[in-house]
């Protein structure tokens, strides 16, 4: 095996959205591979400083998705313009926008998987960032993503993962297996 010296390639790596509202109301996205679940009902994000870290100062709400192979290039977009130097950001990604039902921040409507979320803490902050920890307070799916039984089905989805070695998008793939189940063939 080749040795390589530490990186961040915990992978898949989901590619999250976290919209935001500024002070003045105005809607605002980032791109951010660095995140994931806490625990049960709440997500952890590590952030630099951004036109998001400070709107998150204003207002403690924001939404969090996944994006998709349709939203890809937007999604790309935001993470490479900052909201500082382009106000009109989400305007030129073309999502439509809505205030989220139960917290203060946009839902982009052209993902199909949200989480409206609060800020629980701030760890470690400093001049150059954080780890958000948000609150999971409700969970937004398009109903043309649920299953038979009216869950949310990835499968439907066309999620992507940021591959973080070759700095490419990945869309997940096949479902291979039933989790907690296929092993029982090894007991």
């Not at 002070?23 to 997500?43: L, S």
């Not at 130097?85 to 052209?110: H, Q, S, Y």
Request: aromatic letters at 10%; proline letters at 5%; a negative charge.
């Amino acid at each position: 095996m080749k040795s390589f010296k530490p990186n961040p390639w915990l992978v898949p790596q989901p590619v999250l959205i976290i919209g935001t509202y500024s002070k003045d109301g105005i809607p605002n996205a980032m791109n951010a591979a660095w995140g994931g679940q806490w625990d049960m009902n709440q997500v952890v994000i590590s952030l630099g400083v951004h036109q998001t870290t400070d709107n998150l100062a204003e207002k403690s709400a924001f939404t969090l998705t996944f994006a998709t192979e349709k939203t890809m290039v937007a999604s790309d977009y935001v993470g490479m313009e900052s909201g500082r130097k382009v106000a009109n950001k989400i305007e030129r990604t073309g999502w439509k926008v809505e205030k989220a039902p139960n917290v203060d921040a946009p839902l982009f409507k052209d993902f199909p998987l949200t989480f409206e979320c609060r800020v629980k803490r701030k760890i470690d902050e400093s001049d150059t960032g954080y780890y958000l920890v948000g609150e999971i307070v409700n969970i937004l799916c398009d109903e043309a993503c649920l299953d038979a039984e009216g869950n949310p089905d990835l499968s439907k989805m066309d999620l992507i993962a940021f591959d973080p070695i070759g700095h490419h998008y990945m869309k997940l793939g096949d479902i291979l297996g039933k989790a907690f189940s296929i092993g029982l063939q090894l007991k």
